[in-house]
């Protein structure tokens, strides 16, 4: 399995929390950066965190704090932690594989060689 798989999204108020999840396959998503990418209507597709072989997390700025990128222990699985929720945050969720081994900024669109088919998330206000 190359394509991610994203799961975990819903609906949350402001202030609210969601664990988002991203399946691939194991020898992938241990070493390779992988990333998180959120779109809003509207809107062009932003990157949101990146994780490296190495582990080393990459935020954009205004998200720093509140979103916490982590790879299971097994390395097959991507998560994005998402805390105080804002409703700015919503939009559909990409978990995406870059094909580098080591990330060393957030993740930009042209960088991507898999997309997940996203997972929404709606924030209430």
């Known amino acids: 399995q190359v394509q991610p798989v994203e799961s975990g999204g819903g609906s949350v108020q402001s202030g609210g929390s969601l664990r988002l999840s991203c399946t691939t396959s194991?020898?992938?998503?241990?070493?390779?950066?992988m990333g998180w990418f959120r779109q809003a209507p509207a809107k062009d597709r932003e990157g949101v965190a990146s994780?490296?072989?190495?582990?080393?997390?990459h935020y954009v700025e205004s998200m720093r704090g509140r979103f916490t990128v982590s790879r299971a222990t097994g390395n097959n699985t991507l998560y994005l932690e998402m805390t105080n929720l804002k409703p700015e945050d919503a939009g559909i969720y990409y978990c995406?594989?870059?094909?580098?081994?080591?990330?060393?900024?957030?993740?930009?669109?042209?960088?991507?060689?898999?997309w997940g088919q996203g997972t929404q998330v709606t924030v209430s206000s």
């Open positions: 194991q020898y992938l998503t241990s070493r390779y950066c």
């Open positions: 995406a594989l870059l094909m580098v081994e080591y990330c060393s900024s957030p993740p930009i669109v042209n960088g991507v060689a898999y």
């Open positions: 994780i490296g072989r190495d582990g080393r997390a």
